[in-house]
Structure formats: C-alpha cells, structure tokens
C-alpha cells in the first residue's frame, strides 16, 4: 500500500486559495488517489478522486502531474466552514478497498 | 434521509461490561466497514463485510465481534470491555466496483465510546 505524506496543518483566510500537497511517492500503477474531508465530530466526507492529470468538481480541483508521485488539492476561495481534516489516500484498488488514513491536514480558515 | 446511520451517537459505559454499536445504510451498498478514531485522530479500519461476508479483519482483539444479519446492517459487538476501548466508532459503506476503481466510501456520524 502506498503511504501518503501531507503537512501537518496549515492555515489560510477566508477568500484565499488553499493548495495542499500529498506526496506517495510508491503509488501502484491501478492505485487511484482520492481526499476526504472530516469535520470536527462528523465523518470523514469523499471530495474529489483522481487518476492523473486535473480533475475538478463543484468542490475542489486535483491536480496531478505525469509521475503521480504526488498530488494537490486546491479548494478556491475557501470559507470559514472550510476548516477541517483533509486526508490523502491512495487505493489498492480493485475492489474491497481498505482505505489507509494518515495523519491529514489540519485546515484553519480564518476571518 | 440519512444514508449511514449509528446508534448510539454516545455510549458511556463501565470496563468489563458488554456493548453493542449498530449500523444501518440505506444506499444499497454492498459492503460495510467499521474504522475506530483514537483520541490521536488516527481513523484506522477495523472490519468489512460484503454482501455479509468478512473479508478485511485487521488486528483487531477477538473482544471485537461484528455481525451482519443483511446488507444494509453491520453491527459491531464488543466484549469486555477496556480502557483503551475509548474512541469514536465509524461505520461506513459503499459498493464495490470493478476495473481498479477506488468506490467512495459514505461514513455514519460516529458512536462516541467512552469507558470508566
């Protein structure tokens, strides 16, 4: 399985883009990276999956470059209610997924 | 509705008694899971049916029993209970794909464990 580095936390202010950066550099060929956000007392949350390249939702943009040895969230414009636990992971793949959480990071919005 | 759902949301209880968490999803899914989050925010799987059947049981003490009478319950069922039991319990589902295609999982709210 590969393992996923990510900071530890970071902070920004409301109407700032927020760039997060998760390096896996043992991703597999079929592995797919996918991130959750976690509210304090709430389960984690799927926002965005990607294989390579840029993939972009109503919530978030991933991108991620050829070598898929890393990837970045981008959250535009991020809010107070932004503030969360985002976590990087990376798929076995194939079914029967055990999803391996890391440490995350730590997103404080301020106003 | 809600699409994974626990109960209880809180369970308070004494070491050495006997509890029970149920889960309950109503998206069709045909694969359950249960991860516990220490007081270190680490989320760690514990379990995971599909269509009933265990298929990830990681080191988990055998205090730890879960059962799956259908498809859309998974119940986690713990024995004796100890100190280091205290953690928030999520329950998860989702449907597995095929072709490599990591399915999202959808979490339940958590059951809040904590024992005396």
Known sequence: LAKTTQPISMDSYEGQEVNITCSHNNIATNDYITWY????SQGPR???????????NEVASLFIPADRKSSTLSLPRVSLSDTAVYYCLVGVGGGYNKLIFGAGTRLAVHP | DTAVSQTPKYLVTQMGNDKSIKCEQNLGHDTMYWYKQ???KFLKIMFSYNNKELIINETVPNRFSPKSPDKAHLNLHINSLELGDSAVYFCASSQVLAGGVQETQYFGPGTRLLVL
């Not at chain 1, 956000?37 to 304090?40: E, H, R, S, T, Y």
């Not at chain 1, 799927?46 to 972009?56: D, E, P």
């Open chain 1, 46 to 56: 799927f926002i965005i999956q990607g294989y390579k390249t840029k993939v972009t």
């Open chain 1, 37 to 40: 956000q976690q509210f304090p």
């Open chain 2, 38 to 40: 220490d007081s270190k």
